[in-house]
C-alpha cells in the first residue's frame, strides 16, 4: 500500500486553456510558460500536452535541457538568461534563447565566441522594477546587441505589473512606454502580455504572448474565477480519510486546540498535510471536499494530516476519496481562505506528491 495523496493532471483541461489562449490572440505566437516544473503540475507531461505552443519560457537550464533530451525542439527561452560565462557552450549547443536583462550579460556576450549564432530576448523595464534595462537604454542595448558577431536574432520583451488589477492604469502606461521605446525597432518580434493581459488587455498581445497561469486553470484575478474564464482547472489534489475519531461535545482537535466541537460528531483525518504543499495557514473553514460532499477543514493543518468536519456526510468511511482542490473545490478559493494565491499552491506541492496524468476517453 502506498500513502493515497495525488495530484491527477487533466491533460484534456491544459489543452482546453491552451485553445483559449489561441481564441484570444490569434495573431500572436505562444510562448508557454513552464517553469518551476511547469507550476508544480511535471514539466514533460505538459510539455507534450502543450507541444502546439510556438515556445517555452523556463528559468533553469537544467529543465531546458531535460526538455531537448525529451525530445521538445522548440524554442526555449530562459526567462532569467544565464548566471555566467561557463553556460553559454550549453545554451548555443541547444539552441536556447537566453533573456538579456543587465549590463554584466552584456560583458560576457562580448568576450563570446564570434558567429555562435545566438538567439536572445532583450529585456526592457517599464514599470515592474525587477529584470530589464530602464527604457532610456534600449536604443543603445539594441545597438550594442546587434553589433555582436556572436548574435543572429534579437527579440524585446517587458513584463506588466498591475495587468491583473483592471481599474489601475498602469499597464496603458507601460504598454505605451513599450510601443514607444520600439517603434523604431522594424522587423523585431516584441512580447509583454501575460496571462492577465492575455485576458483581459488584448492591445498587449502583440507578437508574443506569454500565458502562464491560466494554462493551468487559475485565474489572475481577485474577482473574476477561472470558471468564470473558461478556464478550467488541471490539477486536481486528492487523497482519502485514514482514519474517523468519535468526538464528544467539547473536545478539542489538532495543535493548539484551536477547534472545540460544538457537538458530538465524527471528525475525519485526511492522508495530507503542509509536507505535501498544503498550506499551513489555510484556516477552519476552508472547503474540503469528502465523497462527493462539501465539508470544511477543522483545527489546525499538520505536517502529514488535516482533519475535516464529517458532520451531514454519513456514507463517508475509512477510504472515502477527498478533494482539497481542483475540479470542485477551487485552488483560488483555497488560496484565499489561506490569505495566499495559487500560484504558490501549485508551485509548493511537494515531490512526495504523485503526479498521475488524467486523460478523458
Request: charged share 20%.
Amino acid at each position: 500500500m502506498t500513502r493515497p495523496i495525488y495530484a491527477s493532471i487533466d491533460v484534456d483541461a491544459l489543452q482546453h486553456n491552451f485553445n483559449q489562449v489561441k481564441r484570444l490572440s490569434p495573431e500572436s505566437r505562444i510562448m508557454a510558460i513552464v517553469k518551476a516544473d511547469a507550476y508544480g503540475h511535471g514539466l514533460l507531461l505538459c510539455c507534450h500536452a502543450l507541444k502546439e505552443a510556438d515556445s517555452f519560457g523556463l528559468l533553469d537550464l537544467g529543465d531546458a535541457i531535460t526538455l531537448r533530451k525529451g525530445g521538445f525542439s522548440h524554442p526555449i527561452c530562459l526567462l532569467e538568461g544565464f548566471f555566467s560565462s561557463d553556460e553559454i557552450p550549453l545554451i548555443v549547443e541547444n539552441n536556447f534563447e537566453p533573456v538579456i536583462h543587465s549590463d554584466w550579460q552584456l560583458d560576457i556576450l562580448d568576450n563570446t565566441p564570434q558567429e555562435i549564432g545566438l538567439a536572445v530576448w532583450l529585456k526592457i523595464d517599464t514599470g515592474m522594477h525587477r529584470l530589464g534595462f530602464v527604457p532610456e537604454q534600449f536604443k543603445s542595448v539594441l545597438k550594442r546587441l546587434s553589433a555582436m558577431k556572436c548574435i543572429r536574432r534579437v527579440s524585446v520583451m517587458s513584463h506588466l505589473s498591475d495587468a491583473d488589477l483592471l481599474k489601475k492604469p498602469k499597464t496603458a502606461h507601460q504598454l505605451k512606454e513599450f510601443l514607444t521605446i520600439t517603434e523604431e525597432a522594424s522587423g523585431i518580434d516584441r512580447s509583454i502580455a501575460n496571462s492577465a493581459a492575455i485576458l483581459a488587455h488584448p492591445d498587449c498581445h502583440l507578437d508574443w504572448v506569454r500565458p502562464g497561469i491560466m494554462l493551468y486553470g487559475s485565474s489572475p484575478f481577485v474577482d473574476l474565477s477561472a470558471s468564470n474564464l473558461n478556464l478550467r482547472p488541471v490539477m486536481s489534489l486528492r487523497s482519502e480519510i485514514i482514519s474517523i475519531k468519535d468526538c464528544q461535545k467539547d473536545d478539542t482537535v489538532g495543535y493548539g486546540s484551536s477547534w472545540h466541537c460544538q457537538q458530538d460528531m465524527k471528525v475525519g483525518v485526511v492522508a495530507c498535510g503542509y509536507g505535501d504543499g498544503y498550506p499551513r495557514h489555510a484556516p477552519s473553514g476552508t472547503p474540503v471536499m469528502v465523497a462527493g460532499k462539501l465539508t470544511q477543514l477543522i483545527g489546525r493543518v499538520s505536517m502529514d494530516m488535516i482533519t475535516v468536519d464529517l458532520r451531514g456526510i454519513d456514507s463517508a468511511t475509512t477510504g472515502s476519496p477527498v478533494e482539497l482542490w481542483g475540479r470542485e473545490v477551487a485552488v483560488d478559493t483555497v488560496a484565499k481562505r489561506a490569505g495566499t494565491i495559487s500560484y504558490e499552491l501549485l508551485c509548493g506541492v511537494t515531490e512526495r506528491v504523485k503526479r498521475q496524468e488524467v486523460i478523458h476517453g
